[in-house]
Each structure stands twice: as C-alpha cells, then as structure tokens.
C-alpha cells in the first residue's frame, strides 16, 4: 500500500538555526510533491511543490530536495523564527490516474523556540 | 479574492440530526475538494468535483452527502452520523488537476 512517512516526534530547534523535515513514501512514482504548513484549528496552507525533474527548489527561506531514486524529500527551513512554529506536511499525488487525488503524510511538528 | 470560505466554523450536532457544511470560492478554480481530518491525524480525501461532476468518492458513507450547486459552491450533507465522524473538514479548490490546493480553515464538527 502506499505510505508517506515523516518525522513522527516534533522537532524542537532554536531561532535562528536550520530545521530540516523528511518525506519519505513507499509505493508511489509520484511527478511531484508538495509541502503544506498547517497552524492548529486551520487549514493547510501550501508552501511549495517541486516536480520529480527537479532536485530542489527554493522561495526565500525555504528550500525543498526532491530524490526519487532515496523516494524522499528534505524541507530546510533557514534562519528558523518562532512564527515558524507549525506542523508542516508533505503530499504526494495518488498513484490513480484522476490527478486530483493528493495524499497526505501525517506531518512534523515543528517549535522554534527564542 | 484567493480565499476559500467554510461556513459554519463550529458545529455540534446529535445523532439524530440534519446539517450541512457550506464552502465558497472566488477564484475561477474548477475542482473543489472535502477531506476529513481528526486530532494529530493527516487530512484525508473524501470527495473530489471536478467541472460540478463527483470525480472521486473515496468510500465514504452515505451518510455524508456532497453537493456542487455550481463552481464556486461545495456543500456537504449529513445526517444519521456517529460520534466517531467528529474531525475538522476541511474544504479545498484547485485550478485544475495535479495543481497545489488551496484550503479553507474548516468546520470543526462534534458529534454528540
């Protein structure tokens, strides 16, 4: 069955430093992945997607690697600030054909703490 | 306008009740989506319109029932539900397939 596994225990890291979050999923040929922030109580928010011909893309203080040989993905956030504090989920495309089926991974908690 | 808005933000509902969750896009988008998400848990897909047709029913009960009045409008149905169908639903739109999503901040249901 297809899986996206992330980092299950939050990630506590200090202002100013880099937090680094991994994707990784089985059972899946994904053409692209995306990353969402997701605040309590509210809706995912997209962050970035970065298709399987690409091994990174970047916007501003983030950067996103993609390996679809490791069937992972890496999320660097620099120069961490608490507003970074959130959960922050990976999703990849269903393996069915519609193209609107995305899943899920059950994100990582982050905490960025002054 | 870039927003999705859900309507109602809360609601608790018994057993026995009729309700429906509302949810409205602005943005000219031609799939509109509803996933279900519970505490600590990923967002998991239920229901995919795409061009006002169900493109994609991921089993779920009958007792939860979509509706895509025209392309800017999603409503969700629900009747008879079970305690354990309390969760954030949260609803979603997109331009077109294989595009990233754009979420509202959801209802958070509670079932009595």
């Known amino acids: 069955s297809q899986k996206i596994e992330q980092n299950s225990e939050a990630l506590n890291i200090q202002e100013g430093k880099t937090a680094t979050l991994t994707c990784n999923y089985t059972?899946?040929?994904?053409?692209?992945l995306q990353w969402y922030r997701q605040d309590p109580g509210r809706g995912p928010v997209f962050l970035l997607l970065?298709?399987?011909?690409?091994k990174e893309k970047r916007k501003e203080r983030l950067k996103v690697t993609f390996d679809t040989t490791l069937k992972q993905s890496l999320f660097h956030i620099t120069a961490s600030q608490p507003a970074d504090s959130a959960t922050y989920l990976c999703?990849?495309?269903?393996?069915?054909?519609?193209?609107?089926?995305?899943?899920f991974g059950k994100g990582t908690s982050l905490l960025v703490t002054p | 306008d870039t927003e999705v808005t859900q309507t109602p933000k809360h609601l608790v509902m018994g057993m026995t009740n009729k309700k429906s969750l509302k949810c409205e896009q602005h943005?000219?988008?031609?799939?509109m989506y509803w996933y279900k998400q519970k505490a600590k848990k990923p967002p998991e897909l239920m229901f995919v319109?795409?061009?006002?047709?169900?493109?994609i029913n991921e089993s779920v009960p009958s007792r939860f029932s979509p509706e895509c009045p025209n392309s800017s409008l999603l409503n969700l149905h629900l009747h008879a539900l079970q305690p354990e169908d309390s969760a954030l639903y949260l609803c979603?739109?997109?331009?077109?397939?294989?595009?990233?999503?754009?979420f509202g901040s959801g209802t958070q249901l509670s079932v009595l």
């Open positions: 319109y795409s061009y006002e047709k169900l493109s």
């Open positions: 999703a990849l495309p269903s393996n069915s054909n519609s193209g609107y089926a995305l899943n």
């Open positions: 059972n899946y040929s994904p053409a692209y």
């Open positions: 970065i298709r399987e011909n690409e």
């Open positions: 943005m000219g988008h031609r799939a």
């Open positions: 979603a739109s997109s331009q077109g397939s294989n595009e990233k999503l754009f």
